[in-house]
Nanobody, 127 residues
Framework: QVQLVESGGGLVQAGGSLRLSCAAS????????MGWFRQAPGKEREFVATISGSGGSKIYATSVKGRFTISRDNAKNTVYLQMNSLKPEDTAIYYCARATRQNYSGTYSRLGDYNYWGQGTQVTVSS
């Protein structure tokens, strides 16, 4: 059983920055893509960013491109989401997830491509 534990959320003013972390259990972390998703109140969960197992491929949602950066440290079984220039519309619960398919170089942007999820961490951006 894989466990994902997010941390780093909080309250920040518009224009500020936060860095989210997601620590994963298990010994095969590097062969799975990881993703970040978010869910705002009253809205569906949406894709934010994904990174391949190798770290060489990354995809971002249009709404966060140029402001957010996804990265991973396979030696620490951890994936990160650096969020800069935050906006009130970034307010949501942020979830990390591990892809279902073993693929060292693949990236995935659909919810259905992931089968393990963390409990989420709240990010609130005030105007």
């Amino acid at each position: 059983q894989v466990q994902l534990v997010e941390s780093g959320g909080g309250l920040v003013q518009a224009g500020g920055s936060l860095r989210l972390s997601c620590a994963a259990s298990g010994s095969t972390f590097s062969i799975y893509a990881m993703g970040w998703f978010r869910q705002a109140p009253g809205k569906e969960r949406e894709f934010v960013a994904t990174i391949s197992g190798s770290g060489g491929s990354k995809i971002y949602a249009t709404s966060v491109k140029g402001r957010f950066t996804i990265s991973r440290d396979n030696a620490k079984n951890t994936v990160y989401l650096q969020m800069n220039s935050l906006k009130p519309e970034d307010t949501a619960i942020y979830y990390c997830a591990r892809a279902t398919r073993q693929n060292y170089s693949g990236t995935y942007s659909r919810l259905g491509d992931y089968n393990y999820w963390g409990q989420g961490t709240q990010v609130t951006v005030s105007s």
